[in-house]
């Protein structure tokens, strides 16, 4: 029974190899189309063809009669402000930490300090975009949030793709349960698109801002994640819990 047992151990743990490879040659592709999406919608941005389409959405969101009345009740102004701070630098700063702190409780030291350099890089990348690109803020319809620095790629939005599906995703691959990596990445996606709705609905981002901020974060997070689980396959970081 030893050899026979020992044979369909080999067979599984090769099965596994076969499977992240394919996963790896995925994500591969899906970080090129990303990074292209990003660079068309920034072409579009400077090329000033995007124009149309960014006013159009943003109009979409306030009161025909008064451009400085977003469109719903009350309260829903207000609860896009509560969304929007989901991508804040304070909220993602505790939420961050908060994992970190997790990781390094739960005796997964490498783990940790991926996520550090991960979302450090991701922090990085966000804020040398906005200094290339320096695209002022919308002046079409007033402003129902505060707002600091330049437009484009939607800090916001970037950091919220980066620092949510980039943990979303290392998280979910210290679980061995598919209910647990549904749960994260689920969660992760939800919140950035929440995020980025809540920044031209409040009127402090083009729509196009937006969305090169989704295509550079999530290209971030999955490259992230490929080279977490390519990581994991050596045993340079802790294997999923089962």
Known sequence: MGPRLGKIAANESAGLRRRTEIWMLATIFAIAGL?????????????????????TILLFFRTPNDLSNPIGPPWMEEMARDITALGSYA???????????????????????????????????????????????????????????????????????????????????????????????SLAILLTIAVGISRVYLGVHYPTDVLAGWCIGAAWAALCWSIFTWLQTRGQIEPPSR
């Open 35 to 55: 990074v292209l999406a990003f660079g068309r919608i920034a072409d579009e941005m400077v090329e000033g063809d995007a124009t149309k389409f960014d006013q």
């Open 91 to 185: 909220v993602l700063s505790v939420v961050f930490c908060a994992v970190v702190i997790y990781l390094f409780m739960a005796h997964r030291r490498a783990a940790a300090f991926w996520v550090l350099a991960a979302v450090g890089g991701g922090v990085l990348l966000s804020n040398v975009l906005k200094l290339v690109y320096e695209r002022p803020r919308p002046d079409l319809v007033p402003h129902a949030a505060r707002v600091f620095t330049t437009s484009f790629p939607s800090g916001h939005a970037t950091l919220s793709a980066i620092i949510y599906l980039t943990l979303g995703a290392l998280l979910a691959g210290l679980h061995g349960s598919l209910r647990f990596k549904v749960y994260f990445l």
